[in-house]
């Protein structure tokens, strides 16, 4: 009987969602028409292997609303698969799955901690001297 070894991983979903990145940046900076879009930061797109579902993470300007981005997002989904189905990037259309990228939250806010915590070592070395 034969043994079925794993497939090893290769680099393509890799290129692929970098690519996904690239493309999808360009239609929602350059082909949606609603104005929440064009501030949008595509920091991210994770793809699984058999290239059916890509998470694309996002960041927006302090000033927007998240949850009308969100929205924005929902609406125009629709005009962005079509703007990527005729690029012929994929034979079959991925799953788009539009999340906050929650690293740079979580950045900054430990940048925060650091420099509380470096006020308070400052402190504590000058009651040292």
């Known amino acids: 009987m034969r043994q079925v070894k794993p497939r090893t991983p290769t680099g393509r979903p890799h290129r692929v969602a970098e690519l996904l990145r690239e493309r999808l940046a360009l239609i929602l900076l350059y082909k949606c028409a609603d104005p929440r879009l064009k501030e949008l930061t595509l920091t991210e797109v994770e793809i699984t292997p058999d290239l059916r579902r890509a998470k694309v993470?996002?960041?927006?300007?302090?000033?927007?609303?998240?949850?009308?981005?969100?929205?924005?997002l929902d609406k125009a989904l629709g005009f962005i698969k079509a703007e990527v189905a005729r690029e012929n990037l994929f034979r079959l259309m991925p799953e788009f799955i539009f999340l906050p990228d929650k690293g740079l939250d979580r950045a900054a806010r430990l940048e925060e901690l650091?420099?509380?915590?470096?006020?308070?070592?400052?402190?504590?070395?000058?009651?040292?001297?």
């Open 57 to 72: 993470f996002y960041a927006t300007r302090e000033n927007l609303d998240q949850d009308q981005v969100q929205i924005a």
């Open 114 to 129: 650091l420099k509380e915590a470096g006020v308070a070592t400052d402190s504590i070395k000058k009651d040292d001297s």
